[in-house]
């Protein structure tokens, strides 16, 4: 396995008010390359789309995989995903995509979430770096 492509996103992980909780709905983001141009975006799914049409969908296989804790009890949490490619394009080949280095994102305080709230929606800020793996020949 190998590291073919690394997106740092920034985006939002949005949440919707059920009357007594935050209900996760999708994340929205969009993720650069380290030379600043748009390599993917991150949509519910969860989907990433690269420029070129190809995408991925994950499956979340472990959260905090080999210990690896979010440095802040406010960050999301850290996800290894299997890749289910659709396409032939930069993300035609991808296995498993981990989800690293998370800032921000987790829900809203429940406290926000009563009766009079109910269907509200928050976009809670988020940063993450998303690394997408293939198989080696």
Known sequence: MQVFLVGHAKGVQ???????SWIFVAPEATLTGDNGQVVATHSAGPIWKA??????????????????????????????????????????????????????????PTAECKAQTAGKVKEVPYKADYFFWKATA
């Open 14 to 20: 949005i949440y919707k008010c059920d009357g007594t």
């Open 51 to 108: 420029p070129d049409g190809s995408t991925v969908t994950g499956k979340p296989i472990a959260k905090d995989p080999a210990g690896t804790l979010p440095a802040d009890a406010k960050d999301i949490q850290q996800l290894l995903l299997q890749g289910t490619p659709a396409g032939t394009g930069v993300l035609g080949a991808t296995t498993y995509i981990q989800r690293l280095n998370t800032k921000g994102g987790t829900q809203p």
